[in-house]
T-cell receptor, first 116, second 115 residues
Framework: AQKVTQAQTEISVVEKEDVTLDCVYE???????LFWYKQPPSGELVFLIRRNSFDEQNEISGRYSWNFQKSTSSFNFTITASQVVDSAVYFCALSEESMNDYKLSFGAGTTVTVRA | DAGVTQSPTHLIKTRGQQVTLRCSPKSGHDTVSWYQQALGQGPQFIFQYYEEEERQRGNFPDRFSGHQFPNYSSELNVNALLLGDSALYLC??????????????FGPGTRLTVL
């Protein structure tokens, strides 16, 4: 079963618009971690943010913000005032704390294109 | 501070051949994970090495094997290559025993093409 679902395949916006990426996850663990990674055309996955299951406080870090809601199993990510350099594929990922499970389970990714 | 490095960058092989990919973790990291990313998909977990042993394995056949050396670097070996093995192979390293809390830092990947 897919543990992480990113329903949006592609999003295209004009520079300075806000972009919100949706992520829905599935887990039976009470302790887990959620991540957002960015993959530019160069291919390297770049870590953006991490959240643990005990901290639902939503935060803002520069132009990035996230909305974590355990009640709906969602972990959405927003880029404010998008820039052309934000064009990339964005992945949501889940890591579960259960015994001997150390892997990251990724969603299929959302391709973001920011047009000048 | 060097990040995760992988070699080679690109590789072209033919069906049935064997391939070895290499990874050096970020300084201070002791755990290495390998992921396969097919075109247009998210990375899929292959396996993770800690203390020179395979600690966890994903849903990949035995043709995929690995090794971790005392300096924490790692190799991924794939035998009897199939066309479907064509993908970007990503190595990730983490620290503090690789618990879920610690984000995994990824290398640039090795692009494998099987003809």
């Amino acid at each position: 079963a897919q543990k992480v679902t990113q329903a949006q395949t592609e999003i295209s916006v004009v520079e300075k618009e806000d972009v919100t990426l949706d992520c829905v996850y599935e887990t039976r663990d009470t302790t887990y971690y959620l991540f957002w990674y960015k993959q530019p055309p160069s291919g390297e996955l770049v870590f953006l943010i991490r959240r643990n299951s005990f901290d639902e406080q939503n935060e803002i870090s520069g132009r990035y913000s996230w909305n974590f809601q355990k009640s709906t199993s969602s972990f959405n990510f927003t880029i404010t005032a998008s820039q052309v350099v934000d064009s990339a594929v964005y992945f949501c990922a889940l890591s579960e704390e259960s015994m001997n499970d150390y892997k990251l389970s990724f969603g299929a990714g959302t391709t973001v294109t920011v047009r000048a | 501070d060097a990040g995760v490095t992988q070699s080679p960058t690109h590789l072209i092989k033919t069906r049935g051949q064997q391939v070895t990919l290499r990874c050096s973790p970020k300084s201070g990291h002791d755990t290495v994970s390998w992921y396969q990313q097919a075109l247009g998909q998210g990375p899929q977990f292959i396996f993770q090495y800690y203390e020179e042993e395979e600690r966890q394995r994903g849903n990949f056949p035995d043709r995929f094997s690995g090794h971790q050396f005392p300096n924490y670097s790692s190799e991924l070996n794939v035998n009897a290559l199939l066309l479907g093995d064509s993908a970007l192979y990503l190595c990730a390293s983490s620290s503090l025993s690789g618990s879920g809390y610690n984000e995994q830092f990824f290398g640039p990947g090795t692009r494998l093409t099987v003809l």
